[in-house]
C-alpha cells in the first residue's frame, strides 16, 4: 500500500532563510506526488504537482520540488522564506489502484521568526 | 467564482445527535470529496463522488453518509455524533477523475462532539 512519511512535524526558520521540507513515499511505480499548503483557517492550496518528466518541478509562491527515485524523495524548497510562508504544509502520493485518490502526509507545521 | 463553499465553518454537537455538513462548488466540477483532517494524521478521505449520481466509500467512512444531491452539492451527514468524529472536515472538487485533475478544497468545518 501507498504511504507518505513527513518526518519533520515543526520547522522554524528565519524570514529570508532557505527552507526545505521533507517528504518520503513508498509506492511500487512512477508516484503522482503533489505538495499543499494549509494558511491558518484556510482550505489546503496546491503548490506543486509532478506527474513525469523533468524532476525539478516549480510551483506557485516560489516553491519548488526535487523528486528522486533512487531516495523515494519529495522535497520541497524555497530559497527565502517570507512571513507570509508560515502554514502548514502537506506531501501527497496519487493512489493509481483508484481513480483520484490522494493519500496525505501528517504535515509539516513552520513557523517563520523575524 | 466563490469556488469551493462549507456550512458551517464551526459546530458543536452533543453525542448521539446527528447532522448534515453542506458543500458546493461553483466550478461546474463533475468530481467532488469529503475528507477529515485529525492532528497528525494528516488528511483521510471519507467519500467521494466521481459524478452526479454516483458515491465511493473512501478510507474511513464508518459513521457518515453522503449525497449528491446535483452537480455542485455534495453533502456529508452523520447519523449519530461520536466523540471519535470530532475533527475539521473539508470538501473538496476537481473537474473530472484522475490524479491529474487538480483537487480544491474548501475552508473546513470545524466539528466538535462532547
Known amino acids: 500500500a501507498q504511504s507518505v512519511t513527513q518526518p519533520d512535524i515543526h520547522i522554524t526558520v528565519s524570514e529570508g532563510a532557505s527552507l526545505e521540507l521533507r517528504c518520503n513515499y513508498s509506492y511500487g511505480a512512477t508516484p503522482y506526488l503533489f505538495w499543499y499548503v494549509q494558511s491558518p483557517g484556510q482550505g489546503l492550496q496546491l503548490l506543486l504537482k509532478?506527474?513525469?518528466?523533468?524532476?525539478l518541478v516549480q510551483g506557485i509562491k516560489g516553491f519548488e520540488a526535487e523528486f528522486k527515485r533512487s531516495q523515494s524523495s519529495f522535497n520541497l524548497r524555497k530559497p527565502s522564506v517570507h512571513w507570509s510562508d508560515a502554514a502548514e504544509y502537506f506531501c501527497a502520493v496519487g493512489v493509481t489502484d483508484s481513480w483520484g485518490k490522494l493519500q496525505f502526509g501528517a504535515g509539516t507545521q513552520v513557523v517563520v521568526t523575524p | 467564482n466563490a469556488g469551493v463553499t462549507q456550512t458551517p465553518k464551526f459546530q458543536v454537537l452533543k453525542t448521539g445527535q446527528s447532522m448534515t455538513l453542506q458543500c458546493a462548488q461553483d466550478m461546474n466540477h463533475n468530481s467532488m470529496y469529503w475528507y477529515r483532517q485529525d492532528p497528525g494524521m494528516g488528511l483521510r478521505l471519507i467519500y467521494y463522488?466521481?459524478?452526479?449520481?454516483?458515491?465511493d466509500k473512501g478510507e474511513v467512512p464508518n459513521g457518515y453518509n453522503v449525497s449528491r444531491l446535483n452537480k455542485r452539492e455534495f453533502s456529508l451527514r452523520l447519523e449519530s455524533a461520536a466523540p471519535s468524529q470530532t475533527s475539521v472536515y473539508f470538501c473538496a472538487s476537481s473537474s473530472g477523475q484522475g490524479l491529474q485533475e487538480t483537487q480544491y478544497f474548501g475552508p473546513g468545518t470545524r466539528l466538535l462532539v462532547l
Open positions: 463522488s466521481a459524478s452526479e449520481g454516483t458515491t
Open positions: 509532478y506527474f513525469s518528466g523533468d524532476t
